[in-house]
């Protein structure tokens, strides 16, 4: 599976619409305008109002149906308004434009208008990867920095709900060490080694949790028989499971700087998806970000 | 600089010996052949007599100057006295044969005979990188579980020291974490912090350290100046120390299996270079492997 076909997948089902906190910001109408054009969703604007029309404007944009502006006076009016369209159900996806992360995940943490689960949000980061037919989701990259097991647990079920979404029946997952065995010495394989345990148990439900694995025992079929490990997700695995922060982190961006593949990610977790796209992010793994928060609702 | 050029630079320098620990191994021997043919090296093979004569026949190889078999009994034996041919100044490097790594370790730190220095042994991985004209270190991916800082002081200086042979004459270190300031929930950014200033203090030499560096912000100068990070090392390190063996076992992984590079490795910090290959490690990798722990002398 490849991103693009997320992309055109989004475009032949149903509208989504995605409510833009702060839209007043040049990059994120960028991502709308290539979103518009592909078809893959409408948007709801909650922002500075001159500003954005003019950025409407700037990019050949205007407003309709499938495109609206929504006045707001501050950052943390958008963020607030964006996230009770989509607990109201006027809208389906949250996206971040001017405004901080902390000032959005507020707002989606609202106990009155929010999108609170009682599940712990995390980042799924779904990757295209030369050599690879299949995506590579990496699980939680960005906003989790040293989840317990219960937490790690949770973010399994999130990358989980987010694959099955886009078509991955039962995916599986790779918790990631540094080594394949357990090792009382690495906290990661003895959480990996519960994960597995959890998901027999029916814990950790709609896919097939084995490890510990090193991430070559997860990804390569060879690496896994040199190894003489087998299972169903040695060398198969659609969902990496990092230990930590630092992990996921270092694991994304050698992805993107070493390997050049190309990404989509979507915050999990809440009742909607959240797109959290950064500066650094390029206009097409906003693009992708997007279609696979739409494919995600 | 590539790799190639580690290694033929190895052949134009003074002949070192590799003292190979229980060469009863057709892939070390393998590698032997390989570093013989290169002319990078002498090798003393410390093992089983029978298997190892046997083993060079099979490779074409016979006994010369270049190429002597010291008969041992027993892979403790081969350990303690390729280590002891080593520290008694009849060879310069230590290679892993067939024999866990942990009786070779035992073996390096004999107080007797072993190759103590009082610092920590740390892993040295050089990785030739697709895009990239330098070689890109990555310490510790597998022998330190979680250093702590004056453990991360010393595996800095073990790579510093490895980089500096290969004609790095002051390398660049980034400290990695997953974010590029200093955040007090996330310990590594405070080691990278006080790491930085160990070095301005002088405490750790020969390099300039700068951290806390996100990946991306280390080896980009794009992703770097677009977050407005500038300093000596910033997209431009040489030396990427990674806050734990999870970070470095994947990023050293995700290079290999993900981005294809080509990488050689040695464990740094005792009085000579130890060439520790691994079963899942191509000849290639092991040829670059014997050729840097050579050039580390």
Chains 1, 2 share one sequence.
Do not use: W
């Not at 495109?67 to 943390?76: F, G, T």
């Not at 080594?179 to 148990?201: C, F, H, I, K």
């Not at 982190?249 to 998806?273: D, M, T």
Request: hydrophobic fraction near 45%.
């Amino acid at each position: 599976m490849h991103l693009e076909q997320i992309i055109e997948e989004a475009t032949r089902m149903p509208n989504r619409t995605v409510a833009v906190a702060a839209s007043e910001d040049s990059e994120v109408i960028h991502a709308v305008k290539m979103a518009i054009d592909k078809g893959i969703a409408s948007f709801q604007l909650f922002g500075d109002e001159d500003r954005t029309t003019a950025l409407l404007n700037e990019h050949g944009l205007q407003q309709s149906d499938q495109l609206k502006v929504i006045p707001c006076q501050a950052p943390d009016e958008s963020a607030a308004k964006a996230v009770q369209a989509v607990s109201s159900g006027n809208a389906d996806v949250v996206m971040k434009g001017m405004v901080s992360t902390s000032v959005i995940l507020k707002a989606v943490l609202n106990k009155e208008f929010g999108l609170r689960t009682g599940k712990v949000l995390s980042h799924v980061a779904a990757f295209e990867i030369d050599g690879f037919d299949r995506l590579i989701f990496v699980t939680d990259a960005a906003m989790n920095i040293a989840p317990d097991l219960k937490q790690k647990a949770d973010i399994i079920q999130n990358a989980v709900d987010v694959a099955r979404k886009l078509g991955v029946e039962t995916p599986k997952v790779a918790p990631i060490t540094a080594v394949e065995v357990v090792n009382p010495s690495m906290e990661a394989t003895l959480d990996a080694a519960a994960l597995s345990q959890m998901n027999s148990r029916g814990q950790i439900k709609d896919c097939i949790v084995d490890g510990p694995l090193a991430l070559d025992n997860a990804v390569s079929l060879e690496a896994a028989s040199h190894k003489g490990i087998s299972g169903e997700v040695a060398g198969q695995a659609d969902i990496l499971l990092v230990p930590n922060i630092e992990t996921g982190n270092a694991l994304y961006k050698s992805l993107i700087y070493f390997a050049r593949a190309k990404v989509g990610a979507v915050i999990s977790g809440a009742k909607a998806p959240i797109v959290l796209t950064s500066r650094a992010d390029t206009a097409e793994s906003k693009l992708n970000s997007i279609a696979l928060a739409v494919r995600s609702v």
